[in-house]
């Protein structure tokens, strides 16, 4: 196909360019073996542990060094030949200069931009978030070799739970689940950092350093004059069980990440920086966090000088240093530190604790094992950034993402005739910049939907319909009087970072402006059925054109990145074949009238309260979690051996418990591992593709209780897989499952209990029934 040849041809380009640049810049690093009087310091011998060698170079540090190691943007110690550290990088999606430790000003001037995470969640691909983060790594680890960093620690993944659809950080996230957005984590953390996706042995140091943020519950931005700064998030025991610390949970065990960034938000009356049972008891004692632990920026002042959480800024800096945290982003740490030791608040001693897990990272990295270029990762060059594999990747990506909403009288894939016409239409159609969202670097090529749908059709005409995505005054007449033209219309439309974004929450989930007026005029004028793809990282209210008649499909393509334009075409002239799902609950604009500020999962019959996402949300969808069509049509069947009947009732240390709906449970923890273990299932299930094109298909395994207790799930997410088939092939998918895992759920105490009754594991329209005896 030409637009393959076309994207190929500029990847090869792009490449070429940046080789043929050389660099004159050299990384920083420390223990120069050249340099005589720093190559016989013990902190510089990589012979010796790296927990001897971190406390040998903080006792050389005098308090004023020490000090000015505690924020993000850490000078340089020149009489021990350390060089200046920033903490602070961004790597979202792809390598980004919205922090400032990336420099696009050297031998590297773009990195490949990939979807952006509410997309690339859709895939259900953990392979696939895997080997983004993989290229993630490669590519910072290039632009640190190339001398155009100061740091190799980047502060991704987001992995909040997107528990409300106004959210403007949404984008960021892997979306609603708490199973998708840990398995993206542990995936995309094992990716960046250079570890194999499996298994505990480590492939080998630290190809560049993940922190999984926001630590915790931290999922409300600018809304209705309240503000993340003073937020104070109030959930129950039950609630951060289940849904907001699993994800950071596995991050940690799973994922072994080497940071985590406390959120700016309060959680039940405690700033989470300060919150000694969050950041120590929490995730350095029960979940073995080893490393360093930063702020979000100014996340520290504001425990004083916002909501005076602290009485004084040096009580603040006691507060946090005492609580866990080890680096600030922002200067308050280097403004009250001294202040705060010479009044006998804060013992030095905090001070080394933290230096020990900044330093400690930084040797993680192999930055004080002297000249990177003889180093694990020395040899990787700027012919690795934007390198074809990567871009195809990107590519991949987008197309594995795309969501097949509606295609009534299998509108879609158009033809591909070579007299036909096509008229493109929308805000978005041409807007580069709208396809990378936020956290965002330069990408190493824009393909705009408008420039890949003109690949495939020589009479193309466009019009924007509109001056932007708010659309205050579209243009109708014109956009009508080319659809009436044409034989075909696509109409792409929907946010952009205008409408949602960091420090920016919706107050509508329609689409803004005049967009739906501009949307139904067109598809009332075009000759055929128009095709609609919408552009946005939050969820849309779009049953206007669920339901109309004239509007025979519909793709949802988040922020599909550099390349997403040549995915959206390539799915709709059928080039590709959409599977993505859903990764969050659509929801009417009537939800707009449960105030953000309710952190409650669970519903609430008394008052009304619907709960949220899919787990527990009783209310009206537009579209469900997990939704999506195809061109193919696909077929289950349940392979036999599956037990069917799992006995709990063998622990002479489990008690037995009566909850007030007469349901028997019993604790978790009281079981013990090896009884959990006997207790595993195995489940097969046949997948076969039924339709005439080769595709690729996410198995979602759910879990829904024939009687649950009050509190517990609808039904929830217990296990997921990806399977590529072609035309008529079949594959059987696997599943083990941990009943005491899957099957458990906490109590309003937090705790994790298993409750007796009939649990049905579902796969599409196939249910299999498992009953459990405490």
Excluded at 274 to 296: C, H
């Amino acid at each position: 196909m030409k637009l393959h040849r076309l994207l190929l041809i500029n990847l090869i380009y792009i490449t070429v360019i940046l080789v043929g640049v050389e660099s004159t810049q050299s990384p920083p690093f420390s223990c120069d073996s050249s340099n005589p009087s720093t190559k016989s310091y013990p902190f510089c011998k990589t012979t010796l542990p790296i927990s001897d060698r971190v406390r040998d170079l903080v006792s050389r540090l005098t308090l004023d060094e020490k000090i000015s190691q505690l924020v993000n943007s850490a000078p340089a110690i020149p009489r021990l030949g350390i060089p200046a550290y920033e903490w602070w990088s961004e790597a979202l999606h792809g390598v980004a200069d919205a922090g400032p430790g990336i420099m696009f000003n050297g031998t590297i001037r773009s990195a490949t931009s990939f979807p952006q995470v509410i997309l690339t969640a859709a895939s259900f691909d953990v392979h696939l978030w895997y080997r983004i983060g993989r290229a993630i790594g490669v590519e910072a680890r290039a632009v640190y070799n190339a001398g155009q960093t100061k740091g190799l620690t980047f502060w991704a993944p987001n992995i909040n739970i997107f528990r409300d659809p106004r959210w403007g950080r949404g984008q960021e996230t892997p979306g609603e689940d708490p199973l998708v957005t840990g398995s993206y984590a542990v995936s995309y953390v094992r990716g960046v950092q250079g570890d194999c996706l499996q298994g505990l042995k480590r492939c080998g140091e630290l190809q560049a350093s993940a922190c999984c943020k926001h630590f915790t519950a931290y999922d409300l931005d600018d809304w209705k004059g309240i503000d993340r700064f003073k937020f104070d998030a109030r959930v129950t025991m039950q609630d951060l069980a289940d849904t907001y610390q699993p994800p950071f949970h596995r991050c940690i065990e799973e994922g072994r990440a080497s940071g985590i960034m406390c959120a700016y938000n309060r959680v039940n009356g405690v700033p989470s920086c300060a919150d000694f049972n969050l950041l120590t008891n929490t995730a350095r004692k029960r979940w073995n966090f080893e490393g360093y632990i930063t702020s979000d920026c100014d996340a520290v002042s504001i425990i004083h000088d916002s909501y005076g959480f602290a009485k004084t800024p040096e009580d603040a800096v006691v507060d946090v240093l005492k609580a866990g945290m080890d680096v600030n982003c922002g200067t308050y740490l280097l403004n009250h530190t001294k202040s705060a030791v010479m009044q006998k608040k804060l013992p030095e001693s905090e001070i080394d604790r933290a230096l020990e897990n900044l330093f400690a990272v930084r040797m993680r990295l192999g930055l004080f094992n002297g000249n990177p270029k003889g180093q694990p990762y020395g040899d990787i060059g700027p012919n690795q950034v934007c390198s074809v594999e990567h871009q195809t990747l990107a590519l991949d990506a987008a197309r594995d993402g795309i969501v097949l909403l509606k295609n009534s009288q299998r509108l879609l894939p158009l033809p591909k005739g070579k007299t036909m016409s096509l008229a493109v239409i929308g805000p978005n159609a041409n807007s580069p910049k709208t396809l990378i969202g936020n956290y965002a670097g330069p990408p190493c090529k824009f393909i705009t939907p408008l420039q890949a749908l003109q690949s495939y059709v020589k009479s193309t005409m466009y019009h924007p319909g509109c001056d932007d995505v708010a659309c205050s005054s579209p243009s109708i007449e014109k956009a009508v009087e080319i659809a009436q033209k044409a034989d075909y219309v696509v109409l792409v439309v929907g946010l952009d970072q205008t409408q949602e974004r960091e420090a920016h929450d919706r107050l509508d989930l329609v689409l803004p402006g005049k967009q739906q007026k501009l949307i139904t005029s067109v598809a009332k004028a075009a000759k055929k059925q128009v095709v609609l793809v919408l552009l946005s990282g939050g969820p849309v209210d779009i049953s206007f054109a669920k339901y109309s008649n004239n509007i025979g499909s519909i793709l949802w393509a988040g922020y599909p990145g550099g390349a997403g334009g040549a995915a959206i075409a390539e799915t709709i002239f059928g080039d590709h074949n959409p599977g993505g799902r859903l990764p969050v609950t659509w929801y009417p604009q009537d939800f707009t009238k449960i105030p953000m500020t309710d952190m409650r999962m669970r519903p609430e019959s008394n008052s009304g309260y619907p709960g949220r996402t899919y787990r527990f949300y009783t209310g009206e969808k537009v579209f469900e979690f997990g939704y999506g069509l195809s061109y193919s049509t696909y077929s289950y069947e349940s392979i036999p051996g599956t037990r069917n009947k799992l006995y709990f009732n063998q622990s002479s240390t489990a008690h037995v418990y009566e909850d007030t709906d007469f349901i028997r449970y019993t604790s978790v923890a009281q079981l013990g591992k090896e009884l959990c273990d006997s207790n595993n299932i195995s489940i097969s299930i046949r997948v076969r593709n039924e339709g005439e094109m080769a595709g690729k298909h996410s198995v979602l395994l759910f879990v829904r209780r024939l009687k649950a207790s009050a509190g517990s799930p609808i039904i929830k997410l217990v296990a997921f897989q990806s399977v590529h088939l072609n035309a008529g092939e079949s594959a059987d998918v696997g599943f083990l499952l941990n009943p005491c895992e899957h099957f458990s759920g906490p109590n309003k105490d937090g705790l994790m209990v298993i409750e007796e009754g009939t649990h049905f594991l579902v796969v599409g329209d196939q249910g299999h029934p498992v009953t459990v005896v405490v």
